[in-house]
């Protein structure tokens, strides 16, 4: 049975496919078109998925859509009609946009099936969250956590999956929503909302929180029975304009910084009590759901699961044994959530069986052979060597404390290099961070960088016991390691944790373990292969124009190593 998932309602579209409910293949339209968190529909992505499944269309079975455009429609309209001076955005948001949105689909299954296209599935965008992250985690019996900013409508769910059965116990519903919340905070941090919240994240940790914090747990609470409470008189994103934070906001917190501004005290302030009050009111959720369920583990989901700060502390200060965030915890992975709910809840069909405690291999991407690499190195007329042993070879340049670009095997999914289409460097050198903010990625100079680290060995220098392959877990630097770790070591003394494993994702483990051989620290600082504003890069062009581009010294690329430096 093959089922095609679709996210192409909200922003990050992208495309899936599961044959007989193993996820074979996820992939972001954003990758092929260029055009970071892209809303277009994921076309080209779908053809991908195709062609790397060896399907054509006449092979899909069903069609998951990542979103039920008629559910709570009733509530949506009665709450633009209560704000008739208000109701023109909101018509533009729900009505026009979803006609249009809702007509390219349509489209797409005319041109692509004829008149027999095969079964559509339309699930409620919640569910596709919740449900999804659920299926795609290792467990049989976990309590749910969805936070988004407004999604369909409902932008908080609780729950329950246990074996092939998904339950939700309450939802809130917009515009009381922790995301939207944190977007207008990043607003006012002078970064664009719905986009940029990890930089607001990362921000935090330089402010003082309690200068804000009384006046922040002001602004939005939870309730004893889980419900999220926010005071709109410190809002205007819920009339849908262009400014998320009313008059109110800024009287109470001060002057919102202009993009590219200036960072004011406040400004880190403000971010650090709201990163503080979104912790607060997560552990708060949590706590309710780990007493009503008594469920051992905790999926969270949605847009507001990729703070990994967050993430950390849920993993810290509930009794759940670990904590499960799938890679694509955003949108993205909506059309993996949309797929994996048909198959498992539409058709009652049982999970297919992982290896005890498994996480979802995030490795489902496309990747390019040897032949096809060196065919665009010849067509760019570079100079370039073959590698026997490419791992050794790169990690004798992180020793030298060169910066690398790694473009090896199938590309991973979500908006964290895992290995596969990363830049690396040593961390060990202390002007690392500077130097790859500045040279390379072209970035606010205070923004962070993760390590990633060979599970075997994880714990001696990261004060965590569970796993983390998917960089979604904040910990804190073993206090003894934070000077043999400069570069990954933020301000507060944390770092954004992926932990890696030989039977995952051999290749780049095979390197981390070579650094460590060299160096005693098998550690390496892993972030995306891109500049600031562009998509991680998708094929052999893209990573040589971000070579060739920015201050990247070294390319490892499939079995070929480029470099600017003569000398290396």
């Known amino acids: 049975m093959n089922i095609l998932g679709i996210n192409h309602f909200f922003h990050d579209s992208s495309a899936c496919l599961l044959v007989d409910g193993k996820l074979v293949v996820a992939l972001e339209e954003e990758r092929f078109n260029r055009d970071k968190h892209t809303r277009a529909f994921p076309e080209r992505a779908i053809q991908e998925c195709l062609n790397i499944a060896g399907l054509e269309a006449s092979d899909i079975d069903h069609v998951a859509v990542s979103i039920k455009p008629t559910h709570r429609w009733g509530s949506k309209a009665l709450y633009a009609l209560k704000r008739p001076h208000k109701a023109a955005p909101f018509i533009k948001h729900e009505l026009v946009q979803g006609y249009f949105k809702h007509q390219r689909l349509r489209q797409w ?304 999914i979500g908006p964290r290099a895992l290995g596969s289409r990363s830049i690396l460097a040593n961390p060990a050198f202390p002007n690392m961070k500077q130097k790859i903010n500045s040279e390379v990625k072209f970035r606010e100079a205070y923004r962070p960088f993760a390590p990633s680290a060979t599970i075997e060995r994880a714990s001696e220098f990261f004060d965590i016991s569970v796993e983390a392959p998917f960089m979604l877990k904040v910990c804190q630097v073993r206090e003894s390691m934070v000077e043999r770790l400069p570069a990954i070591t933020h301000v507060d003394g944390s770092a954004r944790l992926q932990t890696v494993r030989s039977d995952t994702h051999p290749l780049y483990h095979d390197l981390i373990s070579n650094l460590g051989c060299r160096t005693d620290v098998p550690v390496v600082l892993n972030t995306s292969f891109n500049i600031q504003g562009e998509p991680v890069v998708e094929s052999p062009r893209d990573a040589i124009r971000c070579f060739f581009s920015t201050g990247l010294d070294a390319l490892c690329i499939g079995s070929f190593i480029l470099t600017k430096d003569t000398d290396t």
């Open 109 to 412: 299954l005319t041109d692509t099936f004829g008149a027999t296209p095969p079964q559509l599935h339309q699930i409620q965008h919640p569910i596709t969250h919740a449900a999804g992250s659920y299926y795609a985690s290792p467990y049989e019996d976990a309590a749910i956590l969805s936070l988004d900013g407004s999604g369909e409508w409902a932008c908080a769910w609780m729950g329950q999956g246990k074996g092939n059965t998904v339950t939700g116990f309450s939802e809130s519903y917009f515009p009381n929503s922790l995301g939207s919340v944190y977007e207008a905070v990043t607003e006012f941090c002078g970064f664009k909302p719905n986009y940029d919240e990890g930089k607001t994240m990362g921000l935090a940790p330089l402010g003082d929180a309690s200068r804000h914090i009384d006046a922040a747990r002001d602004v939005v609470a939870v309730t004893d029975d889980g419900q999220i409470e926010v005071d709109l008189s410190y809002f205007s994103y819920q009339f849908w304009g262009y400014r998320r934070c009313s008059e109110k906001f800024y009287q109470t917190f001060g002057t919102p910084r202009s993009f590219n501004g200036e960072f004011l005290d406040h400004h880190q302030d403000v971010a650090a009590a709201f990163q503080q009050v979104l912790e607060e009111c997560a552990l708060t959720l949590a706590r309710q759901l780990k007493e009503k369920t008594q469920a051992p583990y905790l999926v969270i989901a949605g847009g507001v699961a990729l703070n990994s700060v967050m993430n950390g502390r849920l993993l810290r200060e509930t009794d759940f044994n670990d904590v499960y965030i799938m890679p694509a915890a955003g949108d993205n992975g909506t059309s993996i959530g949309a797929a994996l709910t048909v198959y498992h809840q539409v058709l009652g069909k049982p999970r297919v069986n992982l290896p005890e405690n498994a996480h979802m291999n995030p490795y489902v991407g496309n990747e390019y052979s040897d032949d096809e690499i060196e065919a665009n190195l010849k067509r760019f007329k570079l100079s370039y060597q073959r590698s026997e042993d490419v791992a050794n070879d790169a990690a004798n340049l992180l020793e030298q404390g060169k910066i690398i670009g790694w473009f090896q095997g199938r590309m991973e």
